[in-house]
């Protein structure tokens, strides 16, 4: 006995390393983040790092991004899957694609995140703006975490305030902060654009945090990660999509009814939030029927 427990340790550092070394794999420590450029190209804008400021602000993402090592690995394994799904989407809306590493910066490409004031979703809405904008939330239907209709809610937001701002990344400060307090402080501060202005702490590093997103997804390599093709998450298409406009008591035997699991089912309709759908106003909901991969 006395021996066996002798070996429980030595057994446990042997797992921890085998762990270690397949992660080390993937991520070299680097001594040292990458250097901030001189300029950049984030939708169509250019921004030169020709102030102290925006040196010291952008140096600060690229160290954070390079040294988080777990979220970083995690989006960067998640990017072609989510894109995959929210591109199409915001090309049909004129939405440059660079404004996609704002999902980066809301949830980490989780479309399960929820943050602890309550905004849910790879957007990250609130509940008051979600409805604003469309979407469901209920104790048994919550849209914020249905991708495609999520991602239309957050076009028709970029859209609502590109008009009023004219620059992408004003727009972005006011995901953050709201489209009021940013027009607030345009006017009050006699600035056009968000990166000159004297924001919150979380706001004003909201904007350097999508360009440092946009370099890491660019060239991970350069943050000390080493991703083949095969190690990013796959999106695969689904076996079908059922058009449902009544009630369904039990969502269990509806998966059993397509061959599928409860949980196949709850994980490809995130959105779905209990185990029935009452659906008393005979609503049209799209389900979608995974395959069996």
């Not at 009021?180 to 979380?202: A, F, I, K, V």
């Amino acid at each position: 006995m006395k021996k066996i427990l002798f070996l429980i340790p030595i057994l446990l550092l042997s797992i921890a390393a085998f762990g270690q070394n397949l992660f080390d794999e993937k991520v070299t420590l680097n001594p040292m983040p990458p250097k901030v450029p001189q300029k950049m190209t984030f939708a169509g804008q250019t921004i030169e790092f020709n102030r102290s400021d925006l040196i010291e602000r952008m140096d600060r993402e690229l160290i954070s991004f390079a040294y988080s090592h777990q979220v970083s690995l995690l989006m960067l394994r998640r990017g072609d899957r989510i894109f995959k799904q929210v591109l199409p989407i915001m090309k049909e809306y004129g939405i440059p694609e660079d404004l996609k590493y704002m999902m980066a910066i809301e949830s980490n490409l989780d479309p399960k995140a929820r943050s602890s004031a309550g905004a849910a979703g790879l957007w990250q809405f609130m509940p008051a703006t979600a409805k604003e904008y469309g979407l469901e939330v209920s104790s048994e239907v919550d849209e914020r975490y249905d991708i495609e209709k999520e991602t239309r809610a957050a076009c028709q937001y970029l859209l609502k305030a590109y008009a009023s701002f004219n620059d992408w990344f004003t727009v972005a400060a006011s995901y953050n902060s709201g489209q009021g307090g940013t027009n607030r402080r345009l006017s009050d501060q006699q600035q056009t654009s968000g990166l000159d202005l004297w924001l919150p702490t979380e706001t004003s590093r909201y904007m350097f945090r999508m360009l440092a997103a946009k370099m890491l997804f660019e060239d991970p390599a350069a943050f000390g990660f080493k991703l083949d093709a095969s190690d990013k998450y796959p999106y695969y298409e689904p076996q079908k999509v059922v058009e449902v406009d009544y009630s369904i008591s039990s969502l269990v035997d509806f998966a059993k009814r397509y061959g599928i699991s409860y949980m196949q089912l709850k994980e490809a309709n995130l959105w779905l939030r209990s185990d029935k759908l009452t659906n008393a106003k005979k609503k049209t909901y799209r389900i979608i029927i995974p395959k069996n991969i």
